[in-house]
């Protein structure tokens, strides 16, 4: 890329930043959780199911299991039953179970709080680590690539790459890393108030920075 579009993306990066402060700047992280176990979890949950469905699981399922010992003890199918309304929730509870097997024979029990150690557990990806990182423990190593991530980054031409991995290191190169924690929910609220796969553009406040106007992608 040659420096004048590397210029102009980096500035519209930065307008874009600024209208998203604005507009979303109180935005906060979108799972209810207590302690680090409970995110890893209610993340694991989260894959492929909305945020409110996975909130309205959860109270119940942490009153019910409170350690990794206990998740990794249920009984099968157990856990699979409460979290029924979870999609997937055989497959999910599965990963909840083996990840806290890992836990409590490499961990004593606790979450680990690192990126290579996250990711060696069932059920945990960049995505969901960085999750766990940034609001359990409060260490940003990156951004959390979701489907609404990958859409307005697509949209926005701030990549080219169908890959989250590429997603994620295109915006840590053009973001500082002070905003990624931020950046990265603020992307996601917009991503579900306007900028869905069908766009809400004339409602949106980014049409004057975005080179894909009502494209459904």
């Known amino acids: 890329m040659n420096q004048t579009k590397t210029e102009n993306k980096n500035q519209v990066a930065m307008e874009m930043l600024a209208l998203l402060k604005a507009n979303y700047g109180d935005v906060e992280y979108y799972l209810n959780f207590s302690n680090p176990l409970q995110l890893l979890v209610a993340a694991i949950l989260s894959a492929q199911t909305r945020d409110i469905v996975v909130n309205q699981v959860t109270p119940e399922l942490f009153a019910k299991y409170t350690t990794a010992k206990d998740f990794a003890d249920a009984k099968a199918g157990e856990l699979a039953e409460c979290i029924a309304k979870i999609s997937f929730a055989g497959k999910k509870a599965k990963s909840i179970q083996e990840a806290c097997k890992i836990l409590v024979e ?30 359990a423990f409060n260490k940003v190593c990156g951004i959390p690539v979701d489907t609404h991530v990958i859409r307005l980054t697509y949209r926005m031409g701030f990549t080219s790459s169908p890959y989250p991995d590429k997603i994620e290191k295109d915006l840590m190169e053009l973001f500082p890393k002070t905003e990624w924690k931020k950046f990265g929910l603020m992307l996601k609220a917009h991503g579900k108030n306007l900028c869905k796969t069908v766009p809400r553009c004339q409602s949106c406040f980014l049409t004057k920075l975005c080179p894909k106007i009502m494209e459904q992608k």
Do not use: Q
């Open 106 to 135: 490499k961990y004593a029990g606790n979450v680990p709080d690192t990126m290579e150690d996250l990711c060696l557990l069932p059920g945990v990806g960049r995505k969901t680590a960085n999750a766990i990182l940034e609001n």
